[in-house]
């Protein structure tokens, strides 16, 4: 089953692209040079004509190639807002988190975990405990992964609480110093700045001072004249 749709990526490869995508991106792994549009088109048409179990192996069988283009391909399988049953879609995801080693590889599985906690937020509890590894990895994925609880206009009260949760998350994260984590920090305030800015402004005046400069500055880029 994998030399099939392993192929069809093969089919694409470039290898002057491959070249420059590891330099790029620098994780130790092998590049075959193929672009997202190309992925997203292969892995649409897989999603069509798979059900749910044989997603499920053949994401498994793709990352396991520890191929760049194999592990984009298997998260954006799995990339769906409805899958049921999604159980093994939600195990298979967080059996990925100790492998993770690089934004591009982590944030398009990250992905797929947000529509997995958007369809069952009582995920939440699983990924609390994320934030306590000593895989740095690990932790950013709580952050990058809660990412749609920042874009809700109208949240309701469970959603405001998951909101503030998530930031708690955050605010134990400030002493953290890996340009990663704080990066994270400050994407998660800046996307909820658009929607929530009170809650982003009351996070900065009690947290601000202790974040890198350059985190601090990135959350609160869309509140410059609210913080003047």
Partial sequence: MLDTYLDQIKTHADAERAEQMAAYHKADRPYLGVGNPVL????????????????????????QTNIHEGRLAAAKLLTQARIRPDEAVWDLLQS???DFDAWAVADHACMAMQKRLSANPSRLDQAEHWTTSDHMWTRRAALVATLPWTKQNHPKPDDLARRDRILGWAAGYVPDRHWFIQKAIAWWLRELSKHDPDRVIAFLASHGDAMKPFARREAGKFLKDQLE
């Fill in 40 to 63: 997203n088109d292969l892995t649409k048409a897989w999603r069509q004509e798979l059900d749910v179990n044989a997603r499920v192996e053949l994401a498994d069988a793709l990352w």
């Fill in 96 to 98: 990925w988190l100790p």
